[in-house]
């Protein structure tokens, strides 16, 4: 069982940056995909970056191909997401995932707001 924890979501304007961190409980952190999903309003959730267990391998949303990064701590059971260049489209909530698969699905935080402003 794995339980995640987002935080550093906020209101920004729009070209600024932001760094969201979701903290993982278990010792099975290491094991797991961990992915970075979002919910605009009125819109379904949708991928946005995922790194594999050792952080040698990252995927991104063509969207946010640039201008996010996604890293992971292992020693700090911690995965990151910085987000640079940031755009009135991205306001949503963002949801840490984790999981085995590629596109993790198993585990899932309460999500962070994020308001981007223009």
């Known amino acids: 069982q794995v339980q995640l924890v987002e935080s550093g979501g906020g209101l920004v304007q729009a070209g600024g940056s932001l760094r969201l961190s979701c903290a993982a409980s278990?010792?099975?952190?290491?094991?797991?995909?961990m992915g970075w999903f979002r919910r605009a309003p009125g819109a379904e959730r949708r991928f946005v970056a995922a790194?594999?267990?050792?952080?040698?391998?990252?995927y991104d949303a063509d969207s946010v191909k640039g201008r996010f990064t996604i890293v992971r701590d292992n020693a700090k059971n911690t995965v990151y997401l910085q987000m640079n260049s940031l755009k009135p489209e991205d306001t949503a909530v963002y949801y840490c995932?984790?999981?085995?698969?590629?596109?993790?699905?198993?585990?899932w935080g309460q999500g962070t707001q994020v308001t981007v402003s223009s």
């Open positions: 995932a984790a999981g085995p698969s590629m596109i993790p699905g198993d585990y």
């Open positions: 278990g010792r099975t952190f290491s094991r797991y995909t």
């Open positions: 790194i594999n267990w050792s952080g040698g391998s990252t």
